[in-house]
Nanobody
Framework: QVQLVESGGGLVQPGGSLRLSCAAS????????MSWYRQAPGKERELVAA????????EYGDSAKGRFTISRDNAKSTVYLQMNSLKPEDTAVYYC?????????WGQGTQVTVSS
């Protein structure tokens, strides 16, 4: 079955960096776009970044532009989110998502907390 397993979250000080990973299995990873979303307490889930199947095209939410970078390694069936210059407002649970066959698949999420 489809599995998406996020890792790399944690507690970081403002201005710091984290790299999130999402290991995928159960589907042909290199055929589908992937994306990262986040959800802060009391807020709706929002798009952070997305990447096409071959990695040639990326898209970012306004909050991520200029600070975050999405990438993927199709040989490892893994998508990454490099987050730099983190701010307290980046605190959220971060989820990776795969869309195919008309279904959205989500990982369990990884908590990112930005605090001094």
């Amino acid at each position: 079955q489809v599995q998406l397993v996020e890792s790399g979250g944690g507690l970081v000080q403002p201005g710091g960096s984290l790299r999130l990973s999402c290991a995928a299995s159960g589907f042909t990873f290199n055929k589908y776009p992937m994306s990262w979303y986040r959800q802060a307490p009391g807020k709706e889930r929002e798009l952070v970044a997305a990447i096409t199947s071959a990695g040639g095209i990326t898209e970012y939410g306004d909050s991520a532009k200029g600070r975050f970078t999405i990438s993927r390694d199709n040989a490892k069936s893994t998508v990454y989110l490099q987050m730099n210059s983190l701010k307290p407002e980046d605190t959220a649970v971060y989820y990776c998502k795969a869309d195919f066959g008309g279904i959205a698949y989500w990982g369990q999420g990884t908590q990112v907390t930005v605090s001094s």
